[in-house]
């Protein structure tokens, strides 16, 4: 099954808890702190796999997590690094975020992509002694590893995109000039997803040309399978639209053209404008009667088309066509690189000043992001600990704001579910 476009949840590791330990060692008195350091958490790594040419290992499995980095231990250990996770996908798949799609990365610039970072270890109680405080019994928490939510889009890399209407002969076409083997049937959508192949024009000459599934009218609203695949257009340097002139399936051949480009217009106005030849199939079936290639051929020259008269059943036409779109890339930019737009939102930590104090039943209630990350670092059964809590708390102003408020002794403040009395 080809499966082109997936959202996926992942969540880096966060990071390991510093740890509070002291030196003990025979002969040596009051060896002093040397908790170490926190492992970093796992990252989330995406990597290019040149054997994938599809999503299809995430049609089932959306959710990764990596590991978090273990905890400091003592004798100055640090705790061994979360493990990354490696997501492997095609190359030319673009990352976007989910909430604002705009583009993270596009793999068909870059081998490895971190698309998120493991929290990074907190410090040991080795970093925080002073000659003041010298056994400090609390040590840093970990941070947490940053969350996504994106959407991997597949966007074939080829140089040549075949456009048309269904059972115009687009694979037929592409099995000839190429070694593909794209499913060929005599009945509309037989191509259900994209194929590639590599056309050889001449020594050292090649490209890769992509057989789109056939587009019909109303493909830019989802209608048919149009809509799912002509983002793989996206990059094509070069389209190759493909016409059933012997009307066959009892279309209009010029109607046929007019159809396709403006569903291409719709879709995106830029790849309208990409430039296009134009191959007239199937010309071995119009036997004596030239009328319909004659009208298609003046309608689309007179637009500044190139125009190939074709037949890729009976292989007729096809060298020159094939040496004309090498002609043209020659002269045409590379593939198309999306540029990663996305601007990462601005993570507030908060201050002292956003604290929310609150006085519930004779109770003073405080609450805050500044106030959480403070408390993860107390080791409350410690006095010195609990010391360390009270100065920072006075030297952030907290007391002086509760004091206006009508904080006075003997008041009750709780503090992370835990209570204390207040004493000025």
């Known amino acids: 099954m080809f499966v082109d476009k997936v959202t996926i949840t992942v969540r880096a590791g966060d990071g390991g808890g510093g740890a509070v330990a002291f030196h003990r060692e025979k002969y040596v008195a009051a060896g002093g702190p040397d908790g170490g350091d926190g492992g970093r958490g796992g990252n989330i790594v995406v990597q290019v796999d040149p054997s994938m040419s599809t999503l299809m290992d995430f049609r089932y499995k959306r959710k990764f997590i990596a590991p978090n980095g273990m905890p400091g231990q003592g004798k100055r250990c640090s705790g061994k690094d979360g493990e990354d996770v490696i997501l492997r996908v095609p190359k030319g798949t673009v990352i976007r975020d989910k909430d604002s799609g705009a583009v993270m990365q596009d793999m068909s610039a870059a ?64 099995s000839v000039v190429s070694r593909a083997h794209p499913k060929i049937a005599n009945y509309p959508f037989t191509t259900l997803y994209p194929n590639l192949g590599v056309v050889y024009a001449g020594p050292g000459v090649s490209f890769v040309m992509a057989d789109i599934p056939g587009i019909i009218e109303g493909a830019s609203e989802g209608a048919g399978l149009g809509h799912d695949f002509l983002r793989h257009i996206d990059r094509c340097r070069l389209l190759i639209h493909v016409v059933d002139v012997s009307g066959s399936e009892g279309r209009d051949p010029i109607a046929d053209f007019e159809a396709i480009n403006a569903e291409l217009r719709e879709y995106s106005p830029e790849l309208a404008e990409r430039p296009q030849l134009v191959a007239a199939n199937k010309c071995d079936l119009l036997g004596e009667d030239r009328e319909p290639l004659d009208a298609l051929r ?51 930590l908060g201050t002292a000043d956003d604290l929310v104090i609150e006085l519930i039943d004779d109770v003073w209630q405080l609450r805050g992001d500044w106030l959480d990350r403070l408390v993860a670092r107390v080791n409350f059964s410690d006095y010195e600990s609990r010391m360390y809590l009270d100065r920072k708390l006075r030297e952030a102003g907290v007391y002086d704001r509760m004091e206006e408020m009508g904080l006075s002794d003997g008041d009750t403040i709780s503090i992370a579910e835990l209570h204390f009395e207040y004493l000025s």
């Open 298 to 348: 003046a309608y689309v020259t007179e637009r500044g088309y190139e125009f190939f008269e074709i037949s890729a059943a009976a292989h007729q036409g096809l060298h020159e066509l094939t040496m004309a779109a090498a002609g043209k890339l020659a002269e045409l930019p590379p593939v198309t690189v999306f540029e990663a737009d996305y601007v990462a939102p601005e993570v507030k």
């Open 111 to 174: 081998d490895s992509f971190i698309l998120a970072r493991g929290g990074r270890g907190g410090w040991g109680n080795k970093h925080f002694a002073t000659p003041t405080r010298q056994t400090p019994h609390f040590a840093k928490p970990g941070l947490p590893g940053e969350y996504r939510e994106v959407i991997l889009e597949l966007k074939l890399l080829a140089d040549v995109g075949l456009v048309g209407f269904p059972n115009v002969g687009k694979s037929t076409l592409l």
